[in-house]
């Protein structure tokens, strides 16, 4: 459901064109074009078999290179349209910025206007306004990390305030980093750098594959995360980015 609690009519695929035998990038590595001219064949054999036959209509896509012209996606956008697929998700590259962390040992992003971090943020939520989709409504966006609920779920005491989140490094790290783009998105006055992005949902992705299920307080703990996930610092939650 979307912010309200009106119902959220999205059918959706993940999208990702991918040859056989290549290899997926590593997390620090730039994003591959996969939605422009170089893999411009096979959206043209699966877009209409996505829209048409598994009646999708909404895609989600991964991260695409920021440093390109503003306009490198329009033909893709296009053959989304005349699919019949009218809906998109895309996600921003956070996971090279998670790496980056790691990598240097830092404890906090490097957030100023002229970071790498904050640059491609900037030319993300540039490369997703409205007049370059073509006629494709984005109505969400995501980032292409998340959270493993098996690591973090263990964590999780009778309520918000009894946790131990804040002693995992991971969940921390990330959260800064979920913050940095809040305060980019709306923030106010002249921290928002992506003002496209303000009017839509973000959706923040959790790993649930490894949640040992069968366990009789995983349940319970998962709706205990989620709930003190949605809720502000102000109001005891863990998190700025719903504030």
């Not at 999208?15 to 290549?22: A, D, K, M, Q, T």
Request: proline share 7%.
């Amino acid at each position: 459901e979307a912010g309200g609690g009106a119902a959220w009519p999205i059918e959706g695929v993940r999208y990702v064109p991918h040859l056989v035998g290549e290899p997926y990038p590593h997390p620090e590595s730039k994003p591959l074009a996969y939605y422009t001219e170089t893999y411009a064949s096979l959206h043209k054999r699966d877009l209409p078999i996505i829209g048409q036959y598994v009646a999708a209509n909404t895609l989600s896509l991964r991260p695409w290179p920021v440093d390109g012209s503003r306009d490198q996606h329009s033909e893709f956008f296009r053959e989304m349209s005349s699919a019949g697929i009218c809906k998109v998700i895309p996600s921003f590259h956070l996971s090279k910025f998670y790496a980056d962390m790691l990598l240097e040992g830092l404890t906090q992003p490097r957030t100023d206007p002229s970071s790498a971090f904050a640059v491609d943020f900037q030319r993300f939520g540039a490369s997703v306004q409205a007049e370059l989709l073509g006629g494709v409504s984005m109505v969400a966006w995501t980032v292409d990390i998340s959270l493993d609920l098996h690591e973090l779920l263990p964590l999780v005491g009778a309520d918000c305030e009894m946790t131990k989140m804040s002693e995992d490094e991971s969940f921390q790290r990330y959260m800064k980093l979920l913050s940095a783009v809040q305060r980019w998105v709306g923030g106010g006055g002249s921290s928002v750098v992506a003002p496209a992005l303000a009017s839509v949902p973000l959706l923040v992705p959790l790993d649930l594959s490894r949640v040992p299920w069968t366990e009789p307080q995983a349940q319970r703990k998962l709706n205990i995360f989620l709930k003190c996930m949605s809720k502000s610092y102000m109001d005891g939650g863990w998190s700025s980015i719903f504030e």
